[in-house]
């Protein structure tokens, strides 16, 4: 008799980029397909379900998109964001990935500009730029996003003779910034905005996350459970018809309940470019998104989008002009449905934060809670590892002393609980530390012994040229996207796993 085969066993992962399958509003649907024999491609007469005849969809189209999921786009701007001085127009593109790489294209010439953006970012969208040929260089983020006191000393002394052209474009996720899950306060977007009026910056506003913006975090799961039930009752009654529906009122509820305002409704110049997907809260795999920006970008891109991706996928984009029509949800229902995705999210960003606090130590793991998104940052407090070691270097004599002890006692900033803190550097370029290999060490061992996957802060580091980054690399990245009971064996097992790796030393 063969043996049994040995099966791998079960990984958790809490580390990839995931979309919870909830958010996908579809049930059982057709497309009748022709038969080969008699082979007559046409629409059937009494196609009534559909938005866009099937003829045009089907065929070579408007590189932009179709006239009329541009228009409703327009109308779902203009209740999320206001209307905007700038004189902004909509680009249908294959999601943000496609939207970021397209405006990577047009506004960095290759080998001669350098792109701003958080030190840590989203890896596809950094290579993305590397690959059209664009120098990055990181701005400092906190808890809060991005700082824009680094942003302003990074711009007013750039010096051109060494770095070469002075940066023109930032790059910048604001809400639920992925990997570190910030979302930056109202002071700091009208300070980053203020700075690149200054500096003639253009802003690349990449806002997957902006529908999913969340309460605070209420650790009271009797409370929590109140405002939630609270919360879900807050939208007017749907209406038999989408036409009947008050968008007013519903938008305002969508709008007020975070607050977060984005840099396009602050828009005066035309300055920003913001880039929207239905990846989050429709479905990644249907592959639409949307550019909106003044009309002289949007042209320009259309050319791009010309000999690129052509058109939009048609098929799509007719499934969600039919979605968007009042003869189905209309755009008040499209808010009624981010709504219900954000509350469902909000619910799963409690629910980790609660597993977090219940199975690991704060003394070696904080976070702050994200507002938005799907990500938490954990930040490890690999300082206090028996073997961490940190070390100065340069021409000194004293070079390679090891300053771990003297390193444990300066951490005290960090408050009880959920805070992020960067890193403790005093002075750039003097000290490097073993920090990026013990948590490698952690990463595999987290794997190994706990059986679960989160994604180390080396993936989203964009590197400063001429620093040792060495002390920044102490994170994690983990996302609740996933079921539940996932969240809970994984943070389990992060837990257990993270302690054993502290204790054995
Ligand atoms: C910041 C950011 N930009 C872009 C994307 C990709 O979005 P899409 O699926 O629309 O291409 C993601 C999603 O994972 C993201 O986090």
């Known amino acids: 008799m063969s043996p049994a085969p040995i099966l791998p066993e079960k990984i958790v992962d809490i580390g990839r980029r995931y979309t919870s399958s909830f958010s996908f509003p579809y049930e059982p649907c057709y497309i009748h397909i022709t038969k080969i024999i008699n082979f007559e491609l046409r629409c059937t ?262 000999t690129t991706t052509q058109v939009p996928n048609g098929l799509s984009q007719s499934v969600l002009a039919s979605y968007l029509s009042d003869r189905h949800w209309g755009i008040a229902g499209f808010f009624r449905w981010m709504w219900g995705v954000r509350l469902e999210y909000q619910h799963k960003r409690d629910y980790f934060l609660d597993n977090l606090n219940e199975y690991v130590p704060k003394e070696l793991v904080t976070t702050v809670p994200c507002g938005a998104g799907m990500f938490q940052w954990l930040r490890v407090d690999v300082t206090s590892h028996p073997r961490y070691r940190k070390t100065l270097i340069g021409n000194s004599s004293d070079a390679a002393i090891n300053l771990a002890l003297d390193t444990v006692g300066q951490e005290p900033e960090i408050a009880p609980g959920l805070e992020l803190k960067s890193s403790s550097k005093s002075s750039e370029q003097e000290y490097t530390s073993n920090t990026g290999e013990l948590i490698d060490e952690l990463f595999n061992h987290l794997i190994e012994y706990g059986k679960v996957v989160v994604l180390p802060a080396k993936v989203f580091i964009v590197e400063k040229p001429g620093v040792d980054q060495s002390e920044d690399l102490n994170f994690f990245r983990a996302t609740f996207a996933g079921d539940l009971e996932n969240i809970d064996a994984a943070l389990k097992a992060f837990g257990d796993s993270i302690q054993e790796w502290f204790q054995k030393g």
């Open 45 to 306: 007469e009494d196609d009534e379900g559909g938005i866009l005849d099937l003829n045009e969809i089907l065929q070579y189209g408007l590189s932009n998109g179709y006239p009329e999921l541009i228009r409703q786009l327009e109308e779902l701007n203009l209740h999320l964001h206001g209307k905007t001085i700038s004189d902004s127009s909509v680009y249908v593109t294959l999601g943000n990935t496609d939207g970021v790489s397209k405006v990577f294209q047009l506004l960095v010439e290759p080998d001669i500009d350098t792109v701003l953006t958080e030190e840590f970012s989203f890896a596809s969208s950094l290579n993305s730029a590397r690959a059209k040929g664009a120098k990055l260089y990181p701005i400092k983020v906190d808890g809060q996003g991005l700082v824009p006191e680094d942003l302003e000393r990074v711009l007013s002394t750039w010096d051109e003779k060494t770095q070469g052209r002075k940066p023109h474009l930032l790059y910048t996720i604001p809400c639920g910034q992925n990997p570190t899950g910030s979302t930056q306060p109202p002071e700091r977007y009208d300070a980053i905005y203020r700075i690149a009026q200054e500096h003639d910056v253009i802003i690349m506003e990449d806002d997957p996350y902006y529908p999913l913006q969340f309460a605070n975090y209420e650790p009271d799961l009797e409370k929590r459970k109140a405002q939630l039930k609270e919360a879900r009752a807050k939208l007017p009654t749907a209406p038999e018809n989408a036409k009947d529906d008050d968008i007013q009122a519903v938008a305002k509820v969508f709008n007020d309940y975070a607050g977060v305002k984005s840099y396009l409704s602050r828009d005066v110049d035309g300055r920003v470019i913001r880039i929207d997907t239905f990846s989050k809260v429709f479905g990644p795999g249907v592959r639409l998104g949307w550019i909106t920006a003044n009309s002289t970008f949007i042209e320009r891109l259309l050319r791009i989008g010309e």
